[in-house]
Every structure is written in structure tokens, then in C-alpha cells.
């Protein structure tokens, strides 16, 4: 993919979920005057991280 290219995609639970959860963190901030800051990597092919609740993963599953 080059550029602002549209990405081509089925939709699903997964996916739906997180523009869920994207879209009341964007309310969120608008409502109590906040900003957050993310950083989101999704790596294709790398299976499942378990989080230890710590911003640390076990590896993939």
C-alpha cells in the first residue's frame, strides 16, 4: 500500500469493536477537555501478545 490508499477489508466483530472503542475515546476528549496519546502496532502474521498489564507482552501465541 502507497500513500492514504483506501484499505480493503471484511468487515467483522473485531474490527467494529475497535472503531467502537476509538470512537468514545475521540468523545471522551472532546467532553473533558483531554487529549490521549496512542501508539497502535498491528503485525500481520505474528499471532496473539498476551499483556501483563503493563505495556509488556508474553510474545506471540
Keep these: ?3 492514504n490508499e ?3 477489508h471484511e468487515p467483522n466483530e473485531e474490527y ?3 472503531l467502537r472503542v476509538l ?5 471522551i476528549t472532546e ?6 496519546t496512542m501508539h497502535v502496532t ?3 502474521g505474528k499471532g496473539i501478545v498476551e499483556s501483563d ?3 509488556k ?3 506471540p501465541t
Design 16 to 18: 467494529e469493536d475497535l
Design 6 to 8: 483506501e484499505v480493503k
Design 42 to 44: 498491528f503485525l500481520k
Design 53 to 55: 498489564g503493563k505495556g
Design 23 to 27: 470512537d468514545n475515546l475521540a468523545r
Design 31 to 36: 467532553k473533558r477537555d483531554l487529549d490521549i
Design 57 to 59: 507482552g508474553k510474545g
Design 1 to 3: 500500500m502507497r500513500g
